[in-house]
């Protein structure tokens, strides 16, 4: 296949997008040192808003190149639920009464553990509810975790080393974590109902062997950290407002039904109106909505859809190539550079794969769904919650990068080799 002009310069324009994910702190830097530019600098610094740019270089492109006509037809065909989704479970997952139910749960279950509270409940945030996004999906539990990290473990007294080994882990535990069910995981969604993966299947071919992954990493990183951790002061609990069931309930039910009609946005958006319309009645029981770092996470999303939507022609041909053995490295290599839906969704769209095949492809997506923030679609979401946490308020990809490499490590050894 001789690709077209605007193959050509999508892929470009790509590549270009992931370069500058790895250099928005250099613009940060820039914007310090270039007050006049401050504002521009400061845009491109920040990394919600790669993709969304380059996506508008490329429609402006095929503007140019297709006309009018061709370029909003490829726009409008675009499937842009999941951004869509994203972001309504973040901003819900993130209110107070969530956030005060699942600290609460994690409190329980931490009581019952026989080691120090502060090692216990870091232990869950980082194995249990990466686990739970099974269940609740993984934006969702990108959302709870990072926010309950933020608060107890991300102050000024721990070290880089500390937050970037723990971000590591966190973003790889999300990725296989939510493998033990076929509709959580944004790459086995895209595959599940071509390939009729139901929850059994899940379980018997990615679950059992993701949970062993997520425990091994997080007693690894507890077993490291063991001495930063008893230096950990965890934050007093503010019971000056008591949250009434009702409200804990009602929350709940706009989590669930979101959750139950992921794949129908007409109707998780008629429910995200009602719920915004819930908590404004309710402003005693809510802390600020994180609208704004939910919307950034979106956009970042609808703009990997839009770059991305233009890359099967090289995409493709380079999985296709591979045997069943080779497709599980190549896939966790390739999902560091895209979206590890992208890679499985390409892969859907190919009759005649081996069961081995698919297998090997899907556990490759999600093992290196850590690596980098474009990896797996939870990485921005929990990149706009914890950033303000890091130096200059902004998480080095190449940081995240080597964080994310050990726990990947032990996700290949779980997929690939029990």
Not at 87 to 108: D, G
Not at 205 to 224: E, K, S, Y
Not at 344 to 356: M, Q
């Amino acid at each position: 296949m001789n690709p077209s002009l605007i193959n050509i310069i999508s892929a470009s324009l790509f590549f270009i997008a992931i370069i500058h994910t790895f250099s928005t702190k250099y613009f940060l830097e820039l914007a310090h040192s270039h007050p006049k530019y401050s504002g521009l600098l400061h845009l491109l610094g920040e990394v919600e808003v790669v993709f969304g740019f380059w996506a508008m270089i490329l429609v402006l492109f095929m503007f140019g190149i297709n006309g009018y006509e061709s370029a909003v037809a490829y726009v409008d065909s675009r499937n842009y639920t999941e951004p869509m989704f994203v972001f309504v479970i973040m901003v819900i997952a993130a209110t107070k009464p969530i956030l005060h139910l699942s600290e609460n749960i994690v409190l329980s279950i931490a009581r019952i553990i026989p080691i120090p509270k502060e090692m216990a409940i870091y232990f869950l945030l980082l194995s249990l509810v990466p686990l739970l996004g099974s269940f609740i999906t993984e934006p969702a539990a990108m959302t709870l975790a990072a926010m309950l990290l933020g608060v107890n473990y991300f102050g000024k007294e721990t070290s880089s080393r500390f937050k970037y080994a723990t971000l590591g882990v966190l973003f790889v535990n999300i990725s296989i974590g939510g493998t033990l069910t076929p509709y959580a995981a944004p790459p086995v969604l895209m595959v599940s109902a071509t390939w009729d993966w139901d929850i059994h299947f899940m379980l018997t071919n990615f679950g059992w062997r993701a949970a062993i992954a997520v425990l091994a990493n997080t007693l690894i990183l507890v077993f490291i950290f063991k001495d930063d951790l008893k230096l950990i002061k965890l934050k007093e609990r503010n019971n000056a407002t008591k949250m009434p069931l009702p409200i804990i309930f009602a929350h709940l039910f706009f989590l669930i039904g979101v959750v139950f009609f992921a794949h129908h946005p007409a109707v998780f958006m008629a429910l995200f109106l009602f719920f915004l319309g819930f908590s404004s009645a309710y402003k005693k029981f809510q802390n600020p909505l994180i609208l704004t770092q939910a919307l950034l996470v979106a956009f970042f999303l609808a703009g990997l859809v839009v770059l991305g939507g233009v890359q099967q022609w090289w995409l493709e041909p380079t999985l296709m190539s591979m045997s069943s053995d080779a497709v599980f490295f190549g896939a966790t290599t390739l999902t560091a550079f895209t979206d590890n839906a992208a890679l499985t969704y390409l892969g859907s769209l190919v009759d005649g794969l081996s069961d081995e095949f698919k297998i090997a492809l899907v556990a490759g997506a999600v093992t290196g769904g850590g690596l980098t923030v474009i990896a797996n679609a939870p990485n921005p979401a929990g990149i706009a919650i914890l950033r303000d946490h890091f130096p200059e308020n902004t998480i080095a990809p190449l940081g995240l990068l080597m964080g994310a490499i050990p726990p990947t490590l032990v996700a290949i050894i779980a997929f690939r080799f029990i």
